[in-house]
Structure formats: structure tokens, C-alpha cells
């Protein structure tokens, strides 16, 4: 999230789409109320299923699956034929003024640059003209042909409500109802803010549905300001730390990334991280990565890092291709690649998709281990059950070891909510059984390791071997330790960079944040973002004074924000170009005359001037972007693409499959049906009284949603014979499941041109382990394929088909 939770009720509109608020995340759901009670706000939802949000909305519109980039451009579109544009934060704060390559392009729903062979774009042409002087060229005047605003008009220009109404479905009066809703919110003083989860994430261009919206609060002028901004509302309680602390096969805490196979020295790995400003005067604070790269080497191989042998950086893996992503592991389990897997607090037999294929894989395997307080369905994969896909278990060889853990409430520890607070918790229970913490697991195995190197060498020793392992207790670190790791600490004494003479922090103590980090070796710290989580002033993780100045929402004294404890990213924008409040009334930072000062951290320096320093210090435009030049791998602007299964061809080129960028393997080509097969479109989803695939161990959640059952509408149960109530058959190409049909009102089909479109409707919470009854969920049906920028599957759009049956749901 850009903005925290309780910032939510500091907003005129709320707007969610691709998530299920109410239902996924009751307990933050509570500051939607308290924005309606607070400032009179409303609520819209935009959604296949008529859900729980909808149910408290003021306004409700349905959409086909898959479909909401077109919604999305059609909205930016209608902003600006309608004239609802926040200029004066479009001029300034966005790209809307760069100028962008003459080669650059768009035509029959691709970009300039696609190579069909590779399946991938060549970026070159989408990026800015750069003049002599090293800057992109820009015209404020926003007149020239070329300049972003202008390709982003003629962009939109295609999504029109007609479209809307012909690929989403969403009936044209909803959709321009909707428009001036959010159009009202593009005057300065009026704000909207986005929530969303996976309806938007879990396709296979999740994450430019979701720069759709980001790209419309900017025009809005909505990001950065109170009651605004971009909010991923993240589903684990811990997944938000997950990313930040790299726990990706290309990442490195603190969004730094691992190095590429072609990146052989550590010079070459920097030339493409130093981002150098594209205008003059900007901040591009990405600037920093050295510090913060060496600083986390330090803590990784203490003395063993040295500027001589460029900090250790050939103990660093290598890619060889941008990521091993979990669709891609799976792959190479199949293939027989991977021989080993350590499954720790996963489940992926019923998370992943296409459960054939998991099995197969997972069988493929020497050794599973699991690391689970709970016995889970993947430690028993090899069991034979369901209708379909029936494994024969004498022919697995898989040995599986499970190791019990605990959970969080038997440790102590941080958690990061959506919001960027990381919040320490205390041990609430003790171990069960003979259950161990996951860091004496890991410490065990790590010790193990080494010492099987130490014993008998190996190909290359030394990373293990010099690992940094100077915790009081080699057994298990706790969690204090870990947690001051991460904020970091001076190796040597070390000075204020400006003033030379004058020592910040001496050697030996907590660094007070990564302002502090340096790039001579002098520093360690492990996750630079989190920096400043505990430093000499103690655990800031711990705070709990809920003091809230001005009732502005921003809990500064509660835990810690990261980065800074900043609540607000982005929030000198959140005043116009001479530092004034764009609302008064919602003031969260202000320039004083010398400072910048208010509610929040500024997060530009707080002595510069408005108008030196553009708000989007990570950019190195100093501004947001409208167009992006490489970050994106399917295009500087969203572009409608259907799901690889879908009942409706691209408009825009109708031979064209899916998102032609997406993360599919060759084996699975075969895998995808057409809508003449299988009619109708599936989606999957939870439900409040479940979490995921624990909860059914617990008899009063399982007592509460007991059976496994698909949502269809009335008019689907009429055409097919399904009754409520009765058994039926859902099918896909991939498998089959039996499910008790739930005949609602809540979906209704849709119209999409001359096609009616029917939505089913399939909760993920059963399997074949706990107190509930058995159940296999989507994933028996669901594809295997990847976003192309970040490889979450496609598990909320796919074809399927469904009959009247009998039994029971596993037979
Ligand atoms: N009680 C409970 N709470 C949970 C969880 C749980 O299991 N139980 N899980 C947690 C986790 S890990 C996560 S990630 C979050 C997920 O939180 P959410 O994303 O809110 O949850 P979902 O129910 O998966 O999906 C949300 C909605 O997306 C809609 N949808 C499907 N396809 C589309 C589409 O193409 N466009 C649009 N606009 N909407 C679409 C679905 O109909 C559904 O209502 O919830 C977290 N909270
Ligand atoms: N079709 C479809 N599939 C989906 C989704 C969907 O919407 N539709 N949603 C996807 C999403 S967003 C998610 S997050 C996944 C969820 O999928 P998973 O993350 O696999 O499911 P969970 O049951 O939440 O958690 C996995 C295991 O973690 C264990 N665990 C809990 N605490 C600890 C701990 O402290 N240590 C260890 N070692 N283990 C622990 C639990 O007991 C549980 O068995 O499902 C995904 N799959
Ligand atoms: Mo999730």
C-alpha cells in the first residue's frame, strides 16, 4: 500500500475492484466504515460476483473476468474527453511532459518491438528522446505530438463505453455512473483510493491491470495525498515482509536484485543500478544502491566481503533466466531437474494450479520435506484421491520428511502488514508436541551443512563456510538478533558525509537508519529499507502509542513504518508546486518557509525547496510515470489482452492468445481449450469464515462453511437442470470436481456484444486432510500459466464446464 490502513478514512471514495475487502480483510474493511462515517464517503465495487463489499456499496458494477484493462483505459479516457484532469499535479508530478521515441508504437494490440519467435518485446523504442545533455527531453506545454500525454490520449482513445459494454460486460449506464463518481475526485481537494488484491493480480497481465489504476489516480492526482493512493491489500500477515525481505528467486532484501549470469564483476552488475537522473536537479535515490548493496554483503560475509575482492560478490548466485519462480520449479520437477524440494509453510498441491501436473511432478521427486505445524495435502500427495488424474501411490518413490513447526503464535517476531508497518508480536503459546521454531530448523540444517564442507570441501566451500554466524546461542538466532541485523550497525565509526569530522555513530552500535549505510565497508546491514527498526533508541517495532495528531490518520508513534516510518509514500506531492496543502483541510505535509513539515516523514530532503525536487525520488525522472520504458515486460501502457482461456477473441487481434508475453512452458501449450469445449468462465476465491487450507483442521470453521460448493446463477442452473443444493460435475481440460451447487442472484450472466457470458464462481478452502468435509478446489481446473512480469498464475480467469451429478464431492 502506498498509504496505511487508517489512512482509508480520510477519503471522499473508495473504489474496489480485483479484491473482496469486506470478505478477504474484514478487520482493515473496518476504515471503509469509518470513511463513511467520517467524511460521508462512498463506496463503489466492481466485481463478477455481487460479494460481500458490494453488499455495503453505494454503487456496484459487474465485469467479466479478465477484462479490466479495458475498463480501466476506458475510465482514463472518459477523464480526459471529460476534462476531470488534475493538471497542475499532471504536469508536474508525472512523466505526461516527456517525449517519447519516434519508433515507439502500437498497432493491432502490440507494441513496437515484438518478436513472436521469442515470445518477448525489444524495449529500445519504448523510451524517451535524450538530448545532448544526458536529460529527456520534455515540453511542460504538453503540446508536442510525441510528448507521453499526447500517446496516452491516442492510446485511450480506443476504449470507449461501447467497448466496455462489448469485452467487460458492465452495462454502459454503470460504467459512465461510475466515471462521474471518480471524475468528481480528480479536483484537488477531493480524493479517491484504490483497494484491490487478487482479482487483479492472479491473471496473466495482472500487473498492468493494476498500473491501469495507477495510472488513473495520477491523472486524478490522487497518489501521495491523504485519503488516495495505490493499496495492495496483501493476504498472509507476513506476505508484505515476505517481498521486502527478498524472499524471491531474484530479489535481495530491500528490492535489490540478484545478479544475472551475464553480470560477471561487480562493476557491471552497478553500471545498471546507479540510476543517474534523467532531469537536471532530480534526487534518483536508487543512487544509494552501493551503500546498500555493500552494507547487506557486510552482514551476509562480514570480514570475508572486502573491497578487493569486490565484496564477496562471486559468492552471489547468478540467473541464468530472470527467475525461478514457483511455476518454473515445478517445471523442472516434472523434467526431473529438481530432485529435492524443502517445502516450508506452503501448500502447493491445492495452491498451485493444474493438480495433474503437480502430482506428477511432486512423484518426480527423492525427497519432499515439509516444514508445517499442520499436516498438509502436498506431505499426503501421493495419496489417491479425487475423480480424476488417480495416482497409483505403489508407483511413487518420494520419500517425505515433515518436520513439525510452530506458528506464529508460539513466536516471538515482526510482521509487515499492507501498510509497510512492521509490528513486533510476543509468543503467545508454547510449542506443541515436538514442533520447533523454523529458525532452529533452518539453523540445524545450515550447521549441518557447513559442517559437511568443513569435513570433506566441495566445489565451492567458501560462501557456506564464511557465512556470518555470530549469534549468542549457534543453535538458533532469536529473533531480536535477526531484527537488529536487519536495521544494521557500524563496522567502524561513521561520520557524517558533508561535515567529515563529525562522528554519527561509533563502531559497534546500531546504525540509526540507512542514511546512515556506506559503501566503503564500514556498515552491515541486512534489509535496508527496514533500517531504522531498531536502533540505539531500542525495538521501534514495539511502539504502541496511538496518538493521532490531528486525527490525520498517521499513527506516527505507533510500531514502525518502512521506509523511515513514513506512512505516506510519495507525500510531497501531496502539496501543490509552492508547498501548499492541495486541501487544507487534509494537510499531511506543507513547506514552512525552510522545511518541509506536517503529519509524515517527507520523503524528499526536508530543506528542499518546492519545485527543486520532483516527488518520485525512486524514479529517475523525479516524477511518476504515465509510460514506462523497460520496467514493464508487456508494454509501457496496459493494453486489453484476454485470458488464455476466454470465450471472447481481443478486438484489437483476434488471433491473438492470452497475454503474448505470459509465462507459459512448451509442454503446456496443449493445455488451453476454446470456449467452444468449454463454455463458460470460471473464477476462484475465498470466504471470511476460512483461511486458505488451515482453517478446515478447526472444527468451528469447518462447522461454519462444511462443503465444499460452486456459486452459478439461476439462469445457468436453468439451462443446465442443476438444482440448489444438488451435486454437479465442473470440468476444465486439465481435470474434473464434484462441488454442491450454490444457485445465487449474486452472479448474473453477462452480455458481452452478442455472446452471454456465464460466470461460475469456486472457493478454494477444501481438500482431503482436516475436519471438513472432502473437496478438491479450483486448482484441479485451473492453468498453468504466469503473469509476464511477475508469474502469480492465472487462477481467476479460465473455461470450464458443468452438469448435474450425483455422490459425493470426492468420490
Ligand atoms: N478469511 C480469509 N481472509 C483472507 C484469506 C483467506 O483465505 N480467508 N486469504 C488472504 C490472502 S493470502 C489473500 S492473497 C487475500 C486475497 O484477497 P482478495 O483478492 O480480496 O480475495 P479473493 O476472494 O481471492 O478475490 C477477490 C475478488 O476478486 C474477484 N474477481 C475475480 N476475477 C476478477 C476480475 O477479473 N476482475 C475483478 N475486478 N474482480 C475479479 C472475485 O470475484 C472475488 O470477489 O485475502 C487474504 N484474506
Ligand atoms: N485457484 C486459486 N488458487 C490460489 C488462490 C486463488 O485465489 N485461487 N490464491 C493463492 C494465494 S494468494 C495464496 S497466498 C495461496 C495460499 O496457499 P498456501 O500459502 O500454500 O496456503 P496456506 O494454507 O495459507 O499456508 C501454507 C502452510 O503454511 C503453514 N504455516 C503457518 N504458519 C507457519 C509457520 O510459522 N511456519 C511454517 N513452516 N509453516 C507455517 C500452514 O500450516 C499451511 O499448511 O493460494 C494460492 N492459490
Ligand atoms: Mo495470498
Known sequence: MTNPWTDIKNTDLVIVMGGNAAEAHPCGFKWVTEAKAHRGAKLIVVDPRFTRTASVSDYYAPIRPGSDITFLMAMINWMIQNDKVQWEYVKNFTNAPFIVKDEFGWSDGLFSGYDPEKRDYDKSSWDYVIGDDGFAAVDMTLQHPRCVWNLLKEHVSRYTPELVEQVCGTPKDRFLHIAEMIGACSAPDKTMTSMYALGWTQHSKGAQNIRGMAMLQLVLGNIGVRGGGMNALRGHSNIQGLTDIGLM??????????????????????????????????????????????????????????????????????????????????????????????????????????????????????????????????????????????????????????????????????????????????????????????????SQIFQRVRKLYQDEGGIFPDPILNLTWDYADPEEPTAEELAKEMNGRALKDVYDLKDTAKLLTPAGKQLLNFSQYRDDGSTMGGCWIFSGCWNEDGNMMARRDNADPDDSGMFPNWTYAWPLNRRVLYNRASADMQGKPWDPSRKLMEWDGEKWAGYDVPDIAPTSKPGEVGPFIMNQEGTSRLFTRGMMRDGPFPTHMEPFESPIANPFNPEMRGNPVARVFVDDAEQFATSEEFPLVATSYRLTEHFHYWTKNNRINAALQPEFFVEISKELAAEKGITKGGMVRVWSKRGSIKARALVTGRIKPLQCGDKLVHVVGIPLHWGFVGAARKGFGPNSLTPFVGDANVETPEFKAFLVNIEPATGEAVS
Open 249 to 442: 528467486s531474484n530479489l535481495i532484501p530491500g528490492y535489490l536484485n540478484i545478479p544475472t549470469e551475464k553480470e560477471a564483476d561487480w562493476a557491471t552488475y552497478m553500471s545498471s543500478r546507479e540510476f543517474k537522473p534523467l532531469r537536471p536537479g532530480q534526487t534518483s535515490y536508487w543512487q544509494n544502491y552501493p551503500k546498500f548493496m555493500v552494507s547487506f554483503m557486510k552482514a551476509m560475509w562480514g570480514d570475508a566481503a572486502t573491497v578487493e575482492n569486490d565484496w564477496a560478490y562471486h559468492y552471489l548466485p547468478k540467473l541464468d533466466v530472470p527467475t525461478y519462480d514457483i511455476l518454473r520449479m515445478f517445471e523442472l520437477m516434472k523434467a526431473g531437474k529438481i530432485t529435492n524440494y524443502f517445502c516450508q509453510g506452503f501448500n502447493p498441491l491445492l495452491a498451485f494450479p493444474n493438480r495433474a501436473k503437480l502430482t506428477e511432478a511432486l512423484s518426480k521427486l527423492k525427497l519432499l520435506v515439509i516444514m508445517d505445524p499442520l499436516e498438509t495435502e502436498t506431505a499426503r500427495f501421493w495419496e489417491n484421491h479425487g475423480e480424476y488424474n488417480e495416482v497409483d501411490p505403489a508407483a511413487i518413490q518420494t520419500e517425505v520428511i515433515q518436520l513439525p513447526t510452530t506458528c506464529f503464535a508460539e513466536d516471538d517476531g515482526s510482521l509487515v502488514n499492507s501498510g509497510r508497518w512492521l509490528q513486533w508480536h510476543w509468543a503467545a503459546g508454547t510449542p506443541p508436541g515436538q514442533s520447533k521454531r523454523d529458525t532452529w530448523i533452518m
